[in-house]
């Protein structure tokens, strides 16, 4: 059997799922999109890999990072459970070893990743406003009657880039709405909307941090050419998208699983089997103090196999 690793970044857009061999190489690669039901995009996740995957594959270690990465990890069984900022790195230095700058735009949020000899000194994420996200670009293509697999391309005819307020999607829409009864023609409205995001990229979740090449750009947004020229106009520099820029999170969630094991012998992962089950997450508000904290369960098939959220520890144990 060839031992192998899988890795599940679960966001509020997407979950993708990953499996790599023991040197790193991606034998399998998933992107689904979450549509609000996290649960069934794991197990929907799984199914398919597990069909794509040989014969001869087993898998060794398991880890899961993203926003629903605590839940993801109780389902699969994870050996590891990471934050979104770790995975990013260790998938990004595997892909550019020297890498010093990580942009990365997903659906809902975007974020930053200073890297300096191979370590994270710094970072900044932006999970409030959605003008400079990829569900930013969605609702615009939408607007337009654009397919957002053209919005790239379109871009990158635009002349004259007409400039859109893009610190607010309110504000983005109704200036794109007025330039539009101005006349300005598709493509510059479209090459404006990417500047847009751009500057607001630059302008707040990339404040104060000192952008040094090599930079990669992940994420789904990754993928709109007219972002990735935007950046270059902006910075000045080389923009590197690497090849599995759309599922780092999970390729690094893959990696961090095989270093894992390789120092924990054993695994935790339950088999693919789990994606059949019946699972129900259920929350409670504790009462105990004024803290208030919502307390998340998870069963299976009827028995609670993971619970969180309280800051205390007292609901930690399955058992109270």
Known sequence: MQPCYLGIDVGSVSTNVVVISATGEILSSLYLRTHGQPIQAIKEGLRQTMAALPGDVEIAGAGTTGSGRTLAGAIIGADIIKNE?????????????????????????????????????????????????????????????????????????????????????????????????????????????????????????????????????????????????????????????????????ALGAALLARDYVAKHPGTRFKGFEVSEEDYQARSFICQGCSNLCEIVNIEADGQLIARWGSRCGKWDTLGE
């Open 85 to 249: 900022i770790t995975a990013h790195a260790v998938a990004s230095r595997q892909e550019v070893p020297d890498v010093q700058t990580i942009l990365e735009i997903g659906g809902q949020d975007s974020k930053i990743i200073i890297l300096r000899q191979g370590v994270v000194t710094d970072f900044a994420m932006n999970t409030v406003c959605a003008a400079g996200t990829g569900s930013f670009l969605d609702q615009q293509a939408a607007r337009l009657g654009i397919p957002i697999e053209h919005f790239g391309d379109l871009a990158l005819k635009s002349r004259n880039p007409v400039r859109i307020a893009g610190r607010c999607t309110v504000f983005a829409e109704s200036d794109m709405i007025h330039k539009q009864q101005m006349g300005h023609n598709t493509e510059d409205i479209i090459g404006g909307l990417c500047e847009a995001l751009v500057r607001n990229y630059l302008n707040n979740v990339a404040k104060g941090k000192e952008i040094l090449p090599p930079i990669v750009f992940q994420g789904g947004v990754a993928a709109n050419a007219g972002i990735r020229a935007a950046f270059a106009r902006a910075l000045g520099q080389e923009i590197i998208v690497p090849r599995h820029f759309a599922v780092m999170g």
